[in-house]
């Protein structure tokens, strides 16, 4: 356990689906990412918040939409996707994105998602 | 762009000490960071080396050669759990955009 919770770990979809990934933390950290890991290609940032906010968007198609509540929460909508966004969806945080703290990140184990 | 590079594949034995290497290429640099991820497990944080200090835990450490956009983790007293993919990853800025390298595969042999 690392302190970062991510649910569903596994979820299949169709591409006319709706679907969220929820991620969790409990380590008091400020800022929190999505990455995405497919096979065989590093992995890829999509979203970063820091105190809530967005900062960082990485060029990541509308069908995926984040949604941070407050600190601990972060979420990852998911509409309209295509076979090829099958990937592991890592959620991680860090202790804040403007001290040393933001050099380590903490991640959770990620949610498998298979677009058929 | 940005690009990093690590070997694919490194194999070595119980006890020994291994290296595993990362080459960057980066619009900016602050630091150089190291993952280990199991098979279906979470990266988790090994080593960073940086403009604001170094950190490194348990058996691994690291050396950065900003000059030679370079890097690389050593892994020492080998044991067999620590078989497992590994990734450096350079930040441009406080943790704002870390971006990973490909990942090393570690095969630990008896």
């Known amino acids: 356990e690392t302190g970062v919770t991510q649910t569903p770990r596994h979820l299949v979809m169709g591409m006319t689906n709706k679907k969220s990934l929820k991620c969790e933390q409990h380590l008091g950290h400020n800022a929190m990412y999505w990455y995405k890991q497919s096979a065989k290609k590093p992995l890829e940032l999509m979203f970063v918040y820091s105190l809530e906010e967005r900062v960082e968007n990485n060029s990541v198609p509308s069908r995926f939409s984040p949604e941070c509540p407050n600190s601990s929460h972060l979420f990852l909508h998911l509409h309209t996707l295509q076979p090829e966004d099958s990937a592991l969806y890592l959620c991680?945080?860090?202790?804040?994105?403007?001290?040393?703290?933001?050099?380590?990140?903490?991640f959770g184990a990620g949610s498998r998602l298979t677009v058929l | 762009g940005q690009s990093l590079e690590q070997p694919s594949e490194v194999t070595a034995v119980e006890g020994a000490i291994v290296q595993i290497n990362c080459t960057y290429q980066t619009s900016g640099f602050y630091g150089l960071s190291w993952y280990q991820q199991h098979d279906g497990g979470a990266p988790t944080f090994l080593s960073y080396?940086?403009?604001?200090g170094l950190e490194e835990t348990g058996r691994f450490s690291s050396f950065l050669s900003r000059s030679d956009s370079y890097g690389y983790l050593l892994l020492q007293e080998l044991q067999m759990k620590d078989s497992a993919s590994y990734f450096c990853?350079?930040?441009?800025?406080?943790?704002?955009?870390?971006?990973f390298g490909p990942g090393t595969r570690l095969s630990v042999l008896p």
């Open positions: 990853a350079v930040s441009d800025n406080y943790g704002q955009n870390f971006v």
């Open positions: 991680a945080s860090s202790q804040s994105t403007s001290s040393s703290g933001a050099n380590v990140l903490t």
């Open positions: 080396n940086g403009l604001d």
